[in-house]
């Protein structure tokens, strides 16, 4: 008898082992589970990071027509370094250079992101003509960009010195900065893309204030 129940008490003890090790497993298989709720979050927080990044046409021609503006801008801004008088002017320049140098990286970076094409540094260079008549100036050929300067009057700028320099260089960006303020209007309106419309919303700001710092200087306040 003794040995029966030797071999039942055994046996007993393997069945309450086996049952311990079946609710560890199941205990396991709750964690995996509450792991893949977790990874579930996680898709959903990146889903949610998708809706977030979403973005419209737009966006897409707000980021392909600023590139070259800004780098307009920044090449007039560069001229300034050793052609302008006032040390207004040159700091003007440099700050518009400061601002618009990185929204230039910004943007191309949007673009690469969306797969759309990012416009060529030649792009900026005038060949676009020039939107409005600029006091003093030949006005050759249009553009459905406001603001861009043609090539004739980058050359013509490119020609001149002091104080010359500094009443050309300082017409020619106010005219340069309202066609920004213009296209930024229109993303902020009508973009979806928060961080453009963000940017857009800088650039009105920003730009703004520089137009009425310009006109100051050239005695139109």
């Given at each position: 008898?003794?040995t029966?129940?030797?071999h ?5 003890a393997?069945?309450a ?9 199941a205990?396991c298989?709750?964690?995996s ?8 979050n996680?898709?959903?927080s990146?889903?949610s ?5 979403a973005?419209?046409?737009?966006d897409?021609s707000?980021a392909q027509?600023?590139i070259?503006?800004?780098q307009q801008?920044?090449?007039m ?6 052609r302008?008088s006032s040390?207004q ?5 440099a700050?518009?250079e400061?601002?618009?140098d ?12 969306w ?12 060949s ?6 600029m ?7 249009g553009?459905s960009?406001?603001g ?8 013509e700028?490119k020609?001149?010195s002091?104080k ?10 106010v005219?340069h ?6 296209m930024?209007?229109?993303e ?5 893309y ?10 009105i700001?920003?730009?703004?204030a ?12």
């Open positions: 008898m003794s029966t129940l030797h039942l008490t055994r046996r007993v393997l069945i082992t086996a049952a311990t090790a079946s609710l560890v497993l205990a298989g709750g964690s589970d509450t792991g893949s709720a977790g990874s579930g996680g898709s959903a990146s889903s990071s998708n809706a977030a990044g973005h419209n046409t737009q897409v707000f027509g600023m070259p503006h800004h801008a920044v090449q801004a560069q001229l300034a370094a050793d302008a040390a002017v040159k700091d003007l320049a700050r518009i400061k601002a618009q990185p929204e230039i990286s910004t943007m191309t970076g949007w673009l690469k992101s797969g759309k094409d990012v416009p060529s540094s030649d792009s900026s260079m005038g676009m003509g020039s939107m409005g008549s006091p003093g100036m030949d006005q050759s050929g553009s960009m406001p861009i300067m043609s090539s004739a009057h980058m050359a700028l020609k001149m002091g010359e320099f500094d009443t050309m260089f300082l017409t020619m960006m005219e900065h309202k066609g920004a303020v213009e930024a209007t229109t902020k309106g009508k973009g979806e928060g961080p453009a419309t963000s940017m857009a919303d800088g650039i700001t920003t730009q703004n520089e137009i009425s710092e310009m006109n100051k200087v050239l005695g139109k306040s």
